[in-house]
């Protein structure tokens, strides 16, 4: 069975400092991760995902198969990146299994 | 590019009763994904279609179906609706099966009492 758990409901920093989101997964299959971000009263929406390796907003995410994980990073964090984050798993045919989310505030 | 739509925004039910919730797809895609998601939860897995036809389905018992139509658009159908129903219902829409690369609506918001 798919499982992904994301251990922080919540998650406070100070802008410029560094923020990390954790998430880890469980799935017998060859993985295909992705974050999706919540902004405040907007839909859901891509920010990144692992086969593209690309840098979106300044995050990155690196997928550890060996950890299960594909924890969201960001060196300086900014205040517009308050928002929800969900982690989540996607099967062949395109099935996503999400995270239950973190809420990242990000303080001036 | 005319982005995911779905209707109605909200809608109060009561138990027992049956609910149809539509979603206009992205101009291009032709698979539509079914989310339910409930208060505090991550969106959980209802069922996809493609080129209008079931083509998966997650945990969700039979009175949960759904249709595709040949634009692509796409309707779920809840019927018998009890308390544990009530939740935000998000469509996602994609150019391909396969893709975790997916394209939301705003949801809709079904509340049953």
């Known amino acids: 069975a798919q499982r992904v758990t994301q251990p922080e409901k919540l998650l406070s920093v100070f802008k410029g400092a560094p923020v990390e989101l954790k998430c880890n997964y469980s799935?017998?299959?060859?993985?295909?991760l992705f974050w999706y971000v919540q902004y405040s009263r907007q839909r859901l929406q891509l920010l990144l995902r692992h086969i593209s390796r690309e840098s979106i907003k300044g995050f990155t995410a690196d997928l550890n198969k060996g950890e299960t994980s594909f924890h969201l990073k960001k060196p300086f964090a900014q205040e517009e990146d308050s928002a929800m984050y969900y982690c989540?798993?996607?099967?062949?045919?395109?099935?996503?299994?999400f995270g239950q989310g973190t809420i990242l505030t990000v303080h001036p | 590019e005319t982005g995911v739509t779905q209707s109605p925004t909200h809608l109060i039910k009561t138990r027992g009763q049956q609910v149809t919730l539509r979603c206009s797809s992205q101009?291009?895609?032709?698979?539509v994904s079914w989310y339910q998601q409930a208060l505090g939860q991550g969106p959980q897995f209802i069922f996809q279609y493609y080129r209008e036809e079931e083509n998966g389905r997650g945990n969700f018992p039979p009175r949960f179906s759904g249709l595709q139509f040949p634009n692509y658009s796409s309707e779920l159908n809840v019927n018998a609706l009890e308390l544990d129903d009530s939740a935000l219902y998000l469509c996602a829409s994609s150019l391909e099966t396969g893709t975790g690369e997916q394209y939301f609506g705003p949801g809709t918001r079904l509340t049953v009492t």
């Open positions: 989540a798993l996607g099967t062949s045919y395109g099935k996503l299994t």
């Open positions: 799935y017998s299959g060859s993985p295909e």
């Open positions: 101009s291009g895609h032709n698979t």
